[in-house]
């Protein structure tokens, strides 16, 4: 009877150590004050965050296109906190999706280098980039002209008109995403997870509806939206949430100061 005790004891303690270790995980993947639901502005960039329906969203609004860089860290597979320091950037936002073999799946153009081909596929199934300090763009085909490009996908909103997702193998996980404007003047990262697990969120077929009503709720006008990452590989830095990724990401997008 002792020895059964003993051994109870013994499990209590150690499943309370592992509840402990829980929780001190999901603090360090996330830093940021959730309870602010104002927006802030500030140099031209606001970040918005928002709570609904257990879902933590956050969303960085740039004007100035020429603030935006695209790099890939498949060589370097250096942390996202180390980037943002050797980049000067003032927010980090992964994007693109890469393979087991560390290779770029989709285009990827960035510095006038293509770094990685075009594919056709039903799922990466749209196009973000920038085509000059005013304009950017999401879309199903690549312009001709721009200062970078990457694939990825799917497309959640295209041209106005909510996409039907129905996918296999949609898991729930955080995502990271881009959306724009009717004109590509005004470019909305954003990030939506699960409050209670950064590495958790809605699936790829919910993001949809719920993005739209974020929107509405908002009094945004969305009218291009891009899957951009998702999952253990994403992150999402602004100076007001610091969501990390648990591997190393693959592109980013480095959002510097106004020139």
Known sequence: ???????????????????????????????????????SVSKGKQTLGYQMEGVSVYMLLVKDMSQIKLYSNLEDKLTAASLLVRNGCQSLVSGGFYTKQEKHIGYFYTNGELISEKITNPFYNGYFGVLSQKNAFIA?????????AVQSGPLLIYEGVVQKLKLTNDEPARRVLVASNKLGSEIYFLIFFNTKSTLLGPTLEELPAMLVKFADENNLELYYALNLDGGAHSTFITKDVKVSELSPIGGYFCITEEN
């Open 1 to 39: 009877m002792q020895k059964l005790k003993l051994l109870f004891l013994a499990s209590l303690t150690l499943i309370t150590i592992l509840l402990l270790k829980k929780d001190m995980f999901q603090k360090a993947l996330i830093q940021t004050p959730l309870e602010t639901q104002q927006a």
């Open 140 to 148: 199903k085909d690549l312009p001709t002209k721009k200062e970078f």
